[in-house]
């Protein structure tokens, strides 16, 4: 077998919680696998129009289905999920664009530690919106998740401001299409690199067929999280949205 690092991209949105235990699970097993994983920060609302996909949320027996879905996967990767009071208005109505443009910017700007800074503020922004029901619109609450990252002032002002330039915005959107060339319809995406060619593996269910794609086992069971919260119940939210993910 050889030892040299299998390259992994995962793309992502904070506003996907699928997308969130999926991140957990690889950055796990990261070196268990020496796994070169690369984070690409894109914005699912554009996979969907452009894939003309519709979110399981629209959808009531889909709905309800990622209702007992999501309980049963958050207690075995112990990650703690805990839906928004108000899923509908998170997911669709406010959406995650300036959430992924700070993400992006934090791509971007960041000369150290890169991979560290976007994984910390990638996970404080999933904490906010599927553990804390907070909101990740409003800038007060992007300085937040970065302060919680350990970020400094001085970056954070630096990073809201990148955020809302035409380059971060145009690195989003590429992002987003590369997703979609990948053959993307929903995420979390990961591409596993092998011999020069990219295999994609949709969801959050897959990590034992992306473990034989790249030589590996997938058998250990870790748990980052302690004193993890569940409490992942939408049954009690009706089905009266329509919206797609939000993209203005």
Not at 201 to 228: M, P, T
Request: hydrophobic share 40%; glycine share 6%.
């Amino acid at each position: 077998m050889s030892s040299s690092k299998k390259v992994l991209e995962l793309f992502y949105d904070v506003v996907s919680p699928y997308s969130w235990l999926g991140f957990e699970v690889l950055c796990r097993y990261r070196n268990v696998w020496n796994i070169d994983l690369k984070l690409r920060p894109a914005f699912l609302g554009g996979v969907m129009q452009g894939s003309g996909n519709k979110p399981p949320g629209v959808i009531p027996n889909k709905f309800m289905y990622m209702t007992k879905d999501l309980g049963r996967l958050a207690k075995y990767f112990s990650v703690p999920l805990c839906a928004p009071s108000d899923p509908f208005e998170a997911m669709f109505e406010k959406g995650s664009l300036a959430a992924m443009r700070f993400v992006t910017a934090v791509a971007e700007k960041a000369e150290s530690d890169r991979d560290a800074k976007v994984e910390r503020v990638s996970r404080e922004l999933w904490m906010r919106i599927w553990s804390n029901d907070q909101d990740i619109t409003q800038p007060a609450s992007l300085s937040e998740a970065g302060q919680k990252a350990g970020l400094s002032a001085n970056e954070i002002e630096e990073l809201l401001k990148l955020a809302k330039s035409q380059p971060i915005k145009d690195k989003l959107k590429s992002t987003t299409q590369k997703a979609l060339e990948y053959g993307a319809f929903g995420f979390p995406l990961i591409v596993c690199h092998v011999d020069g060619q990219p295999e994609p593996f949709f969801g959050s269910d897959r990590f034992e067929l992306l473990a034989h794609c790249i030589g590996q086992q997938y058998s250990l069971h870790f748990q980052s999280f302690k004193n993890v919260m569940f409490c992942v119940d939408l049954s009690s939210y009706h089905l009266t949205h329509t919206d797609t993910y939000s993209s203005h």
